[in-house]
C-alpha cells in the first residue's frame, strides 16, 4: 500500500512518539531499582598547637615564645593556641619580655600574619580565682581577665581559655561559676571574643557540673574546651598541680558531655606505646565522640609529655591524622 507524503510524516512522529515514551518508561524502571547514592560527608579537621607543648623550653630558656608561629608552621601547624603565662609569667625570660604585653601583641600579630597562621585561642592562666563566693576576690579575677580578652580580639582570636577554681561545695561552684561568666561574657561579647572553660582540675573536671554551667550561662560567647586529659578531679593534699591523682572522672564520659558546648578540642597527650597509641587515652574513641558531636573547629595538639617535645608534638599529630582518616574508612 502506497501512502501520500503527508500520511508519511504523520506515521513517522506516531512511531517516533512511541519510541520516546518507551525510552522514558525504561529509564523511569531503572531508577525506581537502582540505589539511592547517599553522600558521606568526610571528616577534615584542622590542626593547631597548644603552646604548652612548649612550656618547658619557654621555663629554661631555650625556646623564645616570640617564635611561636615560626616553630608552629614547620612542625605542620595551620592554627595557634597561646597561653599568657609563657609570655608575662615571672618565670619567664626573653628579650621581648621587656617591652611589655602592647608590644609583644603587635609583633605576634606581624609574625602569625606574615606566615599566614590563624590565631585562635589565648589560654589565661595566674589571673585570679572565679569560682569562690567571694565576690570582691572574683570581681578582681575578672577585671584582670578584660586585657586578655582585649589582646585575643586584637590577636584575631574567636576566643581565650579561663580556668574555674573555687570552691569545693559542687552547688556553690556552679552558681559562682555562672556569675562569674556571665559578667565576662557582657564584656566579651561585644569584642566577639567566647570565654572558654577548659576541664582543667578541680570541680571543673567533673564535666557533668561544667555542662550544668554551660546550660545556665546559655550564651553563644560562652563555651568549652574539652581536653582529652585533664579529667582529675582531686589530687593528693588537694593540690591543685604536680601531686598525684587520688580521683578522676570518666574521660570518656566527660568528653562526651562537654562537646555539645565545645568551640575547641585539646588532643592531650603524655606517652605513646611502640605502635604510635596514646598509652592512656584512646585516641580513635575520643575521635568518634568528637564526629559524632557534629563538631567543626580546630583540633589542638597539645603534648605534656618528659620525652623531647618535637618528637612528641609530630607523634601526637601523626596519631590525630590517623584517627581522622580512619573515621573517614
Known sequence: MKYSQPKKIVILVMLLLCVAYSCKKDVQKTKQTESPIIETKKVDYKLSLAQWSLHKGIFDGSIDPMNFAEDAKNLGFEGLEYVSQLYVSEDVNYPYKEKGLDAILKELKKRSDSL???????????????????????????ENHKKWIDAAQFLGCHSIRINLFG???????????????????????????????ENHGGNS?????????????????????PDF???????EGNARWAAPCVEEYDIYKGIEELMPYAKGVSAKSY????????????????????????????????????????????????????CINNLNN
Open 271 to 322: 606517652a605513646f606505646d611502640e605502635t604510635g597509641n596514646e598509652t592512656k587515652i584512646d585516641y580513635q574513641k575520643m575521635f568518634q565522640i568528637v564526629e559524632k558531636s557534629n563538631f567543626e573547629g580546630f583540633v589542638g595538639v597539645e603534648y605534656e609529655g618528659s620525652t623531647d617535645y618535637k618528637k612528641g608534638i609530630l607523634k601526637t599529630k601523626e596519631l590525630v591524622k590517623t
Open 229 to 235: 586529659g585533664n579529667f582529675c578531679t582531686k589530687r
Open 205 to 225: 573536671s567533673k564535666a557533668n557540673l561544667l555542662a550544668e554551667v554551660m546550660k545556665q550561662v546559655n550564651s553563644d560567647y560562652c563555651g568549652t574546651l
Open 167 to 197: 570552691e569545693d561545695d559542687e552547688q556553690l561552684w556552679v552558681k559562682n561559676s555562672v556569675r562569674s561568666l556571665k559578667k565576662l561574657v557582657e564584656y566579651s561579647k561585644p569584642k566577639n571574643v567566647a570565654i572558654l572553660v
Open 116 to 142: 599566614g597562621m590563624k590565631n585562635l585561642i589565648i589560654m589565661i592562666d595566674r589571673e585570679g580565682d572565679l569560682s569562690f563566693s567571694d565576690e570582691e576576690l572574683t570581681n578582681k579575677a575578672i
